[in-house]
């Protein structure tokens, strides 16, 4: 009993580093495009879709999962599931071609997937009421990590040591998070099940559809180009691999940095008004590529303002969802996770098509105008009065 208190203490850190495993296990691949498509010799467009293909995977697992396992307890379910993560990376280190990489990925990210949203729920079981909101958002600090060190450093590994190396060090990451969770994670916690009735209360709200909606509107934007940030950045402005990492980490530390002012504000400005801020942000650094194409410095100047709205804006999604429904929490968390992925799915993929067709400048106002659509649907869920402004 005397050691509870430390436990408490690192069990969200062991938490949220495996979000930062589960994040450079989804993102991986936009990293080392160019080393994966030779070393497996297919096109870019082909080993795009180890992203496409592993987002609808991560979609249709993420309810499921939740559904399925939510009345298992919480150290064995995480614990496997990192398990997991780190053998699927490490065996993707040693895949003999493309179809054998594409499956394991595929079976490794169904598993993956029930990660996210089950570790915050885990969150809520182990902090008191009043540290739930920050160390949940401290938990998702993870997915920032992923793109601010991980991406960079997945750029880096591949682009000197191969995409096998890359893999390699994702799953020995995974193999630390999950010794982490094992010694640190208290055992016997157990959340609410999830049960259908918990579903149909989710899909009668039409607030709750319309933030999912936006998270949806919010990714499919952003992954149009991100998936092929690194080629764009090559065929459009002449970067090379180091150039390349150097705009990834410029997207990272000011995601990082528009979490924190989030975090910051919100309390005072309220998660609605804190939404359409970052949402504004998301869209100037969209546009501001669209326009900027073929131009490094302008590129990189965008992506730091892009930068600045991609991980606060999912923060604030989270918030209101919560907000808008607390005994539906466990459900719409694992909802906004579908969703996020399937706005992954549908971006990348519609990037993917642009990109195989040479219509290399085109993606930018695509991803421009999937934002303005998510816009407009955060001024319609704006609260009607004063006391709604949590929602």
Sequence with gaps: MEKAPAIGRFAPTALMLGNLVTGCSVLAPAGMLPELATGLGVGIHAAGLLITFGAVTLCIGSPLTAWLTSRIERRMLLTAT???????????AFAPDYTSLLVIRLVMLAVGALYTPQ????????VPAAR???????????WTLAADVGLPLITFIASRYGWSAAFGGIGALGCISFLLLLLRLPAGLKGA????????????????LLLLAITMLQMSGQFVVFTYMRPLLNKLAGAGPDAVGIVFALYGVCGFLGVVI?????DTSGPYRTSLLFT???LAGMTGWALGAGSLVLMAGAVAIWGLGFA????MQQVRLVAAAPPLASATVALNTSVLYIGQAVGS???????AHEFLHTLGFVAVGFVVLALILVVLTRPRSAAATTA
């Design 262 to 266: 989030a975090t910051r504000i919100v």
């Design 119 to 126: 570790a915050a729920g885990t969150a809520a079981l182990i």
């Design 193 to 208: 099940a999830v049960d259908l009735k918990t579903w149909a209360a989710v899909g009668r709200s039409r607030t709750i």
């Design 280 to 282: 504004c942000l998301l």
């Design 312 to 315: 606060s804006t999912n923060s």
């Design 132 to 142: 739930r909101g920050s160390t949940i958002a401290y938990i998702f600090l993870g």
């Design 82 to 92: 990192l398990a997991v993560l780190a053998f699927g990376n490490l065996a993707s």
């Design 349 to 355: 993929a519609i990037g993917g098509l642009l990109f």
